[in-house]
């Protein structure tokens, strides 16, 4: 499995709150590790993945590490024009892309609590929540500002878990080249070296 081809503690309160999302435009670094078991077997993926992320374009750019494979790999989804760009190894794919997905918490999910990390009196607030995205069983820990910091995503019967871990949040988009296609993708070149869809549909949550 590639990342290609593929985001709590203490329960105070329980209900439901409102819809919680980061800003429309940001940049932000995931850690990832995947598995899924299979006949008793466990496929394992860690990497890291540097997103961009324009909500108000309707597009993500996506630099991905796999360091279980050691592929280096890009990906863009194009939104607006239906087209995702997914290129490694000097090949690209291009596919449709399919319906987009905001960054937000879902509105039906579950508030399990308002905690802190850290120590007094440098403490980070935060919020943790459980939803259900895609038929899989989601837990989020965000900032009061909807920062993501964490998240885990696990689909029991298929025995599959997803651990990430978010850093180097900012807004804005340092480079909008990022979300310009490379040259090989305007051929089209295809390889099976080159990672399918992420096991989940892109989103933070």
């Known amino acids: 499995m590639s990342l290609t081809g593929i985001a709590i503690l203490c329960l105070l309160v329980v209900g439901v709150w409102g ?5 429309d435009v940001y940049e932000i670094t995931q850690d990832v590790y995947a598995e899924v078991r299979k006949n008793g077997t466990a496929e394992i993926t860690r ?3 540097r997103v961009s992320y324009d909500g108000e374009s309707k597009r993500i750019y996506v630099h991905g590490i796999d360091y279980t494979n050691n592929i280096v790999s890009g990906v ?3 939104y607006k024009h239906g087209k995702e760009y ?3 190894n000097g090949y690209c794919r291009v596919l449709p892309v399919g319906n987009f997905s905001n960054s937000c918490i879902p509105e039906n999910a579950k508030l399990l609590t308002r905690t802190y990390m850290g120590e007094p009196p440098n403490e980070l607030s935060v919020q943790m929540y459980s939803f259900e995205k895609d038929s899989n069983e989601a837990f989020a820990t ?3 500002e909807c920062t993501p910091i964490e998240a885990h995503f ?3 019967a298929a025995g599959y878990v ?3 871990v978010f850093s180097n949040f900012s807004t804005g988009i340092k480079d909008p080249s990022v979300f ?3 040259d090989i993708c305007q051929k089209e070149m295809s390889s099976e070296h080159i990672a399918g869809r992420r096991k989940r549909g892109f989103s933070l949550f």
């Open 76 to 78: 863009i989804m194009d």
């Open 86 to 88: 997914v290129w490694a």
């Open 162 to 164: 997803e651990f990430i």
């Open 180 to 182: 310009t296609p490379p």
């Open 47 to 49: 990497g890291m993945q």
């Open 154 to 156: 696990s689909k029991v």
């Open 19 to 23: 819809q919680c999302c980061p800003p």
């Open 142 to 144: 965000v900032t009061e």
